[in-house]
């Protein structure tokens, strides 16, 4: 029997590369990464909690809108999902890789590790036809559901008060997609602040090494371009004072158009 859920699906960027270039002991390490955030945080049987399949550099977490529990006490399931890529990303970038995928609701079936149905074949479709650059996109009717869905929002919440919390979370591209805006929603989920400029230095620093590898353009280059200018504008977001409260300056965490030669200016 299918049930809405709201569908995860991810794909590690360069995996091949990461598989030829690092110690096995290396790539299980990133594995573990994604096994930390895409698995049931609690028991085993905790509806609330994300069902998860990981194979080889695909990741599907499906969290069931219609189980019991969701039923009788909503709990806002597209906050926590969106919340728990904001943290995996992180991490991830602290360990130098990139993921893309999407987020969809629809039906979904999972049973002994196999997973189908609508739902699933969206989340896909987003991630393989439409994410394009190294973001977590969501879909349209995802977005729209916050509003029209009560499996969707905290019942503590009103919509307006999920809404403004998911937003936290998320940023509207050029292209007029929502996607999981991490840079800039990590800063309030860190132990310290001192750990944010440093996640800039290392994003940043991640950034010009892939675009040293893809200095003409092509489909890899155009990937790390976007990432370049999402970086930009998420530094660009705090003012010179914080960063000489850390004894930086804001050009210190900058990409600038010398350090990536696709990042161009007339």
Same mark, same amino acid.
């Given at each position: 029997?299918? #049930? ?7 794909d590690i960027l360069g995996f ?5 270039? $690092?110690?096995?002991? &290396?790539?299980?390490?990133? =594995? ?18 994300? #069902? ?25 399931? =597209? ?9 995996? &990303? ?21 049973? &002994? ?24 996109? =969501? ?29 936290? #979370?998320?940023? #509207?591209?050029?292209?007029?997609i929502w996607f999981v805006d991490?840079? $800039? ?82």
């Amino acid at each position: 029997m299918y #049930q809405k859920s709201i569908i995860t699906f991810i794909d590690i960027l360069g995996f091949k590369e990461i598989v030829n270039s $690092r110690s096995a002991d &290396q790539v299980d390490k990133i =594995l573990n990464i994604l096994n930390d955030f895409t698995t049931n945080e609690a028991d085993d049987d905790d509806e609330f909690e994300p #069902q998860t399949i990981i194979f080889s550099d695909s990741i599907i977490r499906v969290r069931n809108l219609e189980s019991e529990e969701n039923i009788a006490y909503p709990i806002g399931h =597209l906050f926590h999902e969106v919340n728990s890529l904001v943290h995996a &990303q992180v991490n991830l970038i602290n360990n130098g890789v990139l993921i893309r995928g999407g987020i969809s609701i629809g039906a979904a079936k999972v049973s &002994q590790n196999r997973i189908f149905g609508p739902g699933f074949v969206a989340a896909y479709e987003l991630e393989s036809k439409y994410a394009n650059y190294p973001r977590v996109i =969501l879909s349209p009717e995802l977005i729209n559901s916050v509003g029209n869905d009560v499996l969707v929002v905290n019942e503590a919440h009103s919509t307006e008060e999920e809404r403004e919390n998911i937003k936290t #979370q998320l940023a #509207q591209g050029d292209d007029g997609i929502w996607f999981v805006d991490y840079l $800039r929603a990590a800063e309030p989920e860190l132990d310290s602040p001192e750990f944010y400029p440093e996640l800039l230095a290392k994003h940043k620093s991640l950034i010009v090494s892939q675009g040293e590898k893809h200095k003409s353009l092509s489909n890899v280059s155009l990937k790390y371009l976007w990432l370049a200018n999402y970086h930009n504008k998420t530094v660009l977001l705090k003012p010179e004072r914080y960063f000489e409260a850390y004894g930086i300056e804001r050009v210190d965490v900058l990409i600038s158009f010398n350090e990536m030669s696709t990042l161009t200016s007339m």
